[in-house]
């Protein structure tokens, strides 16, 4: 009898583990299947099979197919250690190229831990202007980012004849998830190679 009340206090952390179980397993088995069959072609019911859980249970979980896939996203963002970023563009010790370097390493880490969920989003977006809004909206917050690392250093670091926003464009042309997919996928590269090329490129081309 003493124990049922024990019991009885730990059910609901129980449950909210078991719920949590239940989401990680759908994002898992939506991953899997959107990678592998497109997620145009790709149905609640194909996920909540591969989950093996209930439909009711995957749109409980997520909402819809859209919101899956944003929860997806949301997950790719954290995977890359955005305080890590942070504490590291902020440090006293950084210096422009150290900052560029600490942006690099950034989108290497979101890159290599995440992105077949960022080709994932892209390719949705192609049909739901939901998802297509959710892509931009990243796009932008990463160029804001450097917006605002660029615009903070003094005169004159900025290589000669760039401004802020080329240099954004500079950046965004070297360090996006095509180049990195191409290094590693086809030409053999390691992920420690890209981040090291693209710390000595972003100097070369951005700074003065």
């Known amino acids: 009898m003493s124990e049922e009340p024990g019991r009885r206090r730990y059910d609901s952390l129980r449950r909210t583990a078991q719920a949590q179980q239940t ?9 899997h299947l959107f990678v592998s069959r497109g ?4 149905t609640i019911r194909d996920v909540a099979r591969e ?11 997520y909402g819809n197919k859209s919101g899956l896939t ?9 995977s890359a250690d955005v305080p890590q970023l942070v504490a590291a563009l902020e440090s006293p010790a950084a210096d422009p190229a150290g900052q560029l370097a600490a942006m ?7 890159y290599e831990r995440a992105g077949d969920v960022i080709t994932l989003v892209r390719e949705a977006g192609r049909s739901e202007p ?15 980012t450097r917006v605002q690392v660029f615009s903070s250093w003094p005169p004159g670091v900025l290589r000669t004849g760039l401004d802020v926003p080329s240099a ?14 191409v290094l590693t996928g086809e030409r053999g590269w390691s992920a420690d190679q890209v981040e090291q090329w693209w710390c000595g490129v972003l100097v070369r081309e951005l700074l003065h």
Not at 39 to 42: D, E, K, Q
Not at 130 to 144: F, K, P
């Open 104 to 110: 690099a390493g950034y989108d290497r880490r979101l």
């Open 70 to 78: 944003r929860a997806l996203a949301d997950a790719a963002d954290l």
């Open 168 to 181: 954004v464009d500079v950046y965004a042309a070297l360090c996006n998830i095509d180049v990195y997919a």
């Open 23 to 31: 989401r990680a397993d759908v994002a898992r088995a939506a991953l």
């Open 39 to 42: 997620w145009a072609a790709t």
């Open 130 to 144: 939901e998802l297509a809004t959710l892509y931009e909206d990243s796009r932008r917050r990463g160029d804001l």
């Open 51 to 61: 989950a093996g859980v209930s439909v009711p249970t995957v749109y409980a979980a």
